[in-house]
């Protein structure tokens, strides 16, 4: 069931994307020739008056297919016959589109909750080894982690995740006064009951001795952490491209469609055997979210045949028309981005063969 569910999900993103390019080139007056919710064979279509309206077989993907989309057709309504703006405008829409969705998704979930965790310390455990002027201390609020700024208890946990080390830079705002803490231990420990380790599950309970302070759930309150929750997912995407540049992760750890598509599955069911259906159809919204804002985000990269891709060459282009006073034949850029478009399928087509190697294997 929960499958069914991602797979829903995941198109909804797609289709979401593709009516942001379609709404925006039928605002701008762009002629749209078909626009399709899947990929692959045809299984059903209804021609509008103008654009053809189709479902296909998988619900990997989606198109927009505008009219002159590389290259010139002698169509005033073409896409590169458009003024630039026009043209930027509709490559933004899709993410915007997906990023709007997200955030939206984020304020429902957060309309729910009637507090939240920050980051100012209410209490530290009796054997935790680090108190004092010269440590942490009640009263303190951890500003940041390894240079990342913290805004609620969930960055904490985010970046201590990442750190991947017993040591950690934090900053600390202490009687306002901002205080450095380089190379600070600070790690999980195993929690002692009468000298016993607490068990969930059979396994024993890691803490890290710090008990954080509580916060009403206002309404601007819940508006505001929709806001740093939106910012944290792009963040954790900036953070995400760092680390593969910087060799932190591999190619192995990239995920598909298939590779999405399980890991909501999964979600769904850890939440729903701890605590229910309604818990499991949250986790997963709140991943559509995320993945909705990924989505947004990655499409706006400067990569070749992306939305990003081509507003770089619709600015490269117009510097270099300034230069040489005279327009560019269209089609130039778009034998780049048909060369950059299969190898992007020859990329997705590697990442999906992983995802089902690594869903058989599991």
């Known amino acids: 069931m929960y499958i069914v ?13 593709e009516f942001g390019h379609f709404i925006s080139a039928k605002l701008c007056g762009v002629k749209v020739n078909e ?10 279509g209804k021609q509008g008056k103008e654009t053809l ?17 590389d290259e010139g057709t002698g169509d005033a309504r073409a896409f590169v016959a458009q003024k630039r703006w026009r043209r930027v405008i509709i490559l933004v829409a899709g993410s915007a589109a997906n990023f709007i969705a997200a955030f939206i998704l984020i304020v429902i979930l957060t309309s729910g909750e009637n507090f939240f965790r920050v980051t100012t310390i209410t209490d530290l455990s009796e054997d935790f080894p680090n108190k004092g002027v010269n440590g942490l201390m009640v009263g303190d609020t ?11 208890l969930d960055d904490f946990s985010t970046f201590m995740q990442l750190a991947r080390s017993g040591h950690v830079d934090l900053v600390i705002r202490r009687d306002g006064e901002r205080i450095k803490l380089d190379r600070f231990p600070l790690e999980r420990r195993v929690v002692l009951v009468d000298g016993e380790p607490l068990l969930i599950d059979g396994q024993p309970v890691l803490r890290y001795g710090i008990t954080f302070d509580v916060i009403e ?18 963040r954790l995407i900036r953070v995400s491209i760092a680390q593969l540049v910087g060799g932190g992760v591999s190619i192995q750890d990239f995920s598909g469609p298939v590779g999405i598509i399980d890991a909501m599955n999964t979600i769904g069911q850890d939440a729903a055997q701890r605590y229910g259906f309604a818990a499991a159809l949250r986790s997963i919204v709140f991943f559509t979210a995320f993945i909705g804002v990924n989505l947004a985000v990655m499409n706006l990269l400067p990569i070749p045949a992306l939305d990003g891709g081509r507003i770089v060459f619709i600015l490269i282009s117009w510097v270099v028309e300034k230069i040489i006073r005279r327009d560019l034949d269209p089609k130039y850029e778009g034998y780049v981005h048909t060369g950059a478009f299969v190898l992007l399928i020859g990329f997705m087509v590697f990442i999906l063969v992983q995802d089902v190697v690594k869903l058989v294997s599991n």
């Not at 626009?35 to 059903?44: H, R």
């Not at 309206?53 to 002159?68: I, Q, V």
């Not at 951890?142 to 913290?150: D, F, K, M």
Request: glycine fraction near 12%.
């Open 217 to 234: 759930a206002t309404p601007m309150g819940k508006f505001k952490y929709s806001c740093y929750t939106a910012f944290n997912f792009v």
């Open 5 to 17: 569910i991602a797979i829903i999900a995941f198109g909804i993103l797609i289709a979401i994307h």
């Open 142 to 152: 951890i500003h940041s982690i390894n240079g990342e700024r913290l805004y609620y």
């Open 53 to 69: 309206y189709s479902l296909r077989a998988l619900p990997f993907g989606g198109f927009c297919a505008m009219e002159g989309q």
């Open 35 to 44: 626009f399709a919710i899947g990929m692959g064979p045809k299984l059903f």
